[in-house]
């Protein structure tokens, strides 16, 4: 059969508002989760982690929200800017130390 | 700039072929690890090497390989090539000590396109 293409949920924002990027993660043996930005043609990097000890973790214009109760972790950043827009993932460790990636985010911001 | 360097950044070739990508880790990180990034199945774990063993590994099929060497540089051979192993193959290191979780630091990726 035809072979369907990764629709990325996307979140598009205007310059200055506050972006919210969700990731439901799937594993209840989770310990540590991490954001990370793609952008065009350049490897992931990181933006900010957070262990299952804490729920909220704050970075320089981002927070990291985590609620292991529903498997649910957010992505704040404050104040957007359009060299913000890029593609987001969460990955999580899944209890084995290697990231597994979500399916990612695509944030565009609007000047 | 991640300090991981990844080369060469595109390769082209056909099916049937083998390649060889290369991945030079941040200095002093000894964990290298290898992702998989296509459009229909995002970023896949592919495998991991410490200090030159392999420690895990992901959904990497038979027909590939990688090894990581006393430089600790590392490199993944895909052989027998096919039209579906076209995709962004990205190279990541991390200092990686036993037992802990630590963020990755990811390479440019090479773009691999089999034509």
């Known amino acids: 059969g035809e072979s369907v293409g990764l629709h990325l949920p996307t979140l598009s924002v205007q310059e200055g508002d506050n972006s919210i990027i969700n990731c439901a993660y799937s594993n209840s043996a989770s310990d540590y989760f991490i954001w990370y930005k793609q952008e065009s043609g350049k490897g992931p990097q990181f933006i900010i982690d957070i262990r299952s000890n804490m729920d909220k973790r704050q970075g320089q214009r981002v927070t990291v929200l985590l609620n292991k109760t529903v498997k649910h972790l957010s992505l704040q950043i404050a104040a957007t800017q359009p060299g913000d827009s890029a593609v987001y993932f969460c990955?999580?460790?899944?209890?084995?130390?290697?990231?597994?990636f979500g399916r990612g985010t695509s944030l565009i911001v609007h000047p | 700039d991640s300090g991981v360097t990844q080369t060469p950044k595109h390769l082209i070739t056909a099916t049937g072929q083998r390649v060889t990508l290369r991945c030079s880790p941040r200095?002093?990180?000894?964990?290298v690890y290898w992702y998989q990034q296509s459009l229909d199945q995002g970023l896949q774990f592919l495998i991991q090497?410490?200090?030159?063993?392999?420690?895990a590994k992901g959904n990497i099929l038979e027909r590939f390989s990688a090894q990581q060497f006393p430089d600790l540089h590392s490199e993944l051979n895909l052989s027998s090539l096919e039209l579906g192993d076209s995709a962004l193959y990205f190279c990541a290191s991390s200092a990686r000590r036993t037992g802990s979780n630590e963020k990755l630091f990811f390479g440019s990726g090479t773009q691999l396109s089999v034509l």
């Open positions: 090497y410490y200090n030159g063993e392999e420690r």
């Open positions: 990955a999580e460790n899944g209890g084995s130390y290697i990231p597994t």
């Open positions: 200095s002093g990180d000894l964990s």
